[in-house]
């Protein structure tokens, strides 16, 4: 399966209520993941988390589903292959 680096942003809102099921996903698939970077906004109970991602588009497909299903979670995705032309 083709190899894929992306980037992944996540808000999250109602950040107390949230945020340990968010980072439950985040633990699961910690092996596509590279780097993240998360700024809590805690005036508004907002969390802003941004994710470097490398795996295929199953993996990285199954971590974004995931968080997508939470309520109060938005995910979007940028992902562009690494196979050589």
Known sequence: ??????????????????????NAILSAHSDIIIGRMGLPQRHEDIGLISLFVEGNTDRIGSLTGKLGTIEGVTVKSLLISLSVE
């Open 1 to 22: 399966m083709e190899k894929k680096v992306g980037i992944v942003g996540i808000v999250i809102r109602e950040r107390q209520k949230n945020a340990s099921r968010v």
